[in-house]
């Protein structure tokens, strides 16, 4: 089945400091990659919409310049947490669809980020 | 899309079936039902989606009522590694694939 990887799983960083994540599409090209954050013990909440070529599409209350989606590839997507603080400590989680008939998305495995 | 209500929690005893209740009463046509599963720590993980059949796979059932206003997900022999997160959610279905929406999903227990 299609496969969507996320690196790195974990990361802990100072606070200040920015932060990237890369979603790939192993096995398949994707146009659009979802990112979604999800805090502890709550669901996962979308973030935005990154689509290939053009500019990532947020939903309301995420700040556009601090989190910076670029999916400059088919198979790459990549969020960066730009001036990380404590409370953008999350799990962050990327999806993808191979197009198939299903409407299936593929998730990638998360990743944990710590800001200390 | 369509909202869902899940119960937050439920138990079940290992070699038990599971069956997981949610309700979509606004419901329209063509939408589908989908079920996820999320693991500590974990992506989500596909189940299964069904229109107004019920549908079978090697994960689960989906059983849908003859109004489309509720559906169960059946785990037939539920097992310690089935101890997860299940979200039900109701999507139109397109090929270009859309984003889902969450709800607070129903956290399963298997108990020993």
């Known amino acids: 089945g299609a496969v969507v990887s996320q690196h790195p799983s974990r990361v802990i960083c100072k606070s200040g400091t920015s932060v990237k994540i890369e979603c790939r599409s192993l096995d398949f090209q994707a146009t659009t990659m979802f990112w979604y954050r999800q805090f502890p013990k709550q669901s996962l909440m979308l973030m935005a919409t990154?689509?290939?070529?053009?500019?990532?599409?947020?939903e309301q209350g995420v700040e556009k310049d601090k989190f910076l989606i670029n999916h400059a590839s088919l198979t790459l997507s990549t969020l960066t947490v730009t001036s990380a603080h404590p409370e953008d400590s999350s799990f962050y989680i990327c999806?993808?669809?191979?197009?198939?008939?299903?409407?299936?998305?593929?998730f990638g495995e998360g990743s944990r980020l710590t800001v200390l | 899309d369509a909202k869902t209500t899940q119960p937050p929690s439920m138990d079940c005893a290992e070699g038990r079936a599971a069956n997981l209740p949610c309700n979509h009463s606004t419901i329209s046509g063509n939408e589908y039902v989908y079920w996820y599963r999320q693991i500590h720590s974990q992506g989500p993980q596909y189940i299964i989606h069904g229109l107004k059949n019920n549908e079978t796979n090697e994960m689960a059932s989906l059983i849908i009522t003859e109004d489309r206003k509720s559906s169960t997900l059946i785990l037939p022999h539920a097992t310690l590694r089935d101890t997860a997160v299940y979200y039900c959610?109701?999507?139109?279905?397109?090929?270009?694939?859309?984003?889902?929406?969450f709800g607070g999903g129903t956290r399963l227990m298997v108990k020993p």
């Open positions: 990154s689509n290939e070529g053009s500019k990532a599409t947020y």
């Open positions: 999806s993808a669809s191979n197009g198939g008939d299903t409407g299936e998305l593929f």
């Open positions: 959610i109701v999507r139109v279905l397109e090929n270009a694939g859309n984003m889902l929406t």
